[in-house]
């Protein structure tokens, strides 16, 4: 039975705008969104010290970080939460507008597009990429909210006073746990990059990006305490969840890239 009052769920258009038979989606838009503002983000970056990375390079960058994130979102997705379906299905995994994105995948596409860019451009690798995560918990943060309109990743049943009944979620009340992890990983984790930033912490490349690694694994396995398991895998040993598997690896890689970063002579600019 849900409580006597919960906070209606907001029932917003998951469409933003329609033009005849063709629809943007708020999901789209969000990753529209993510990407162009982390991209000026990561501009502004470029002109504070230690000016390791030039700002063309982050131009040319945009087109790649984008196939990385989109192709390796959905080949994620695929292998990691519902790989015997799409394997019966194989041509469903193109249908990217019926939903379906993991972070971890997106992630491992953006590391693989960052490696083969920063390669072919003679760039070092952990300086580039220490701007570009900075960047990311933009996208996080548009992306968790483009979940919460489209009613899905909802939370598990709680009695607490801001609980929601998804669509989709049954007559039960249900944390809004798109709301947590958008704070979590998106402001909060900003906030983290952003003081590192401002301490300097680029000085010795690979800090902030082991530090956005270790900082999302946490946010990450904490909103899973939150959030409801997807219903093709559910829970996991001891309770545990598919999205804070895939994300310990992420933790530890995260504190050994930042104490190597430590470790390390700081370069000289160029």
């Known amino acids: 039975m849900p409580p006597f009052f919960v906070i209606p769920f907001p029932a917003i258009d998951p469409v933003a705008v329609s033009l005849g038979p063709f629809a943007i989606r708020w999901y789209a838009l969000a990753y529209i969104v993510g990407l162009v503002v982390g991209w000026r983000y990561c501009l502004k970056l470029t002109a504070k010290p230690p000016h ?76 580039f990429s220490d701007i570009i995560t900075e960047a990311i918990p933009i996208g996080l943060l548009f992306g968790r909210i483009a979940n919460f309109i489209n009613g899905e990743l909802y939370g598990r049943p709680s009695s607490v006073p801001w609980a929601m009944i998804f669509p989709n979620g049954g007559p039960v009340a249900r944390h809004p746990s798109q709301l947590y992890e958008a704070f979590c990983e998106g402001i909060l984790l900003f906030l983290l990059l952003f003081i590192a930033e401002r301490r300097g912490l680029r000085r010795w490349p690979g800090m902030e990006t082991g530090l956005f690694l270790a900082g999302y694994a946490v946010a990450r396995m904490s909103g899973e305490l939150f959030r409801q398991p997807d219903p093709q895998l559910g829970y996991m040993i001891f309770g545990t969840t598919m999205g804070q598997w895939l994300s310990f690896p992420l933790l530890i890689a995260g504190v050994m890239i930042m104490v190597w970063a430590r470790r390390t002579p700081r370069p000289s600019p160029p």
């Not at 390796?72 to 519902?82: A, D, K, T």
């Not at 790989?83 to 939903?99: I, N, S, T």
């Open 52 to 127: 390791l990375v030039q700002r063309r390079d982050i131009d040319d960058f945009l087109v790649w970080a984008t196939l990385g994130v989109v192709l390796g979102g959905r080949i994620g997705y695929v292998l990691f939460y519902n790989p015997g379906y799409y394997f019966a299905h194989p041509l469903q995994a193109l249908y990217v507008w019926h939903g379906g994105m993991s972070f971890h995948g997106g992630a491992l596409g953006v590391t693989i597009a960052i490696t083969l860019y920063c390669r072919a451009r003679q760039i070092r690798l952990l300086a």
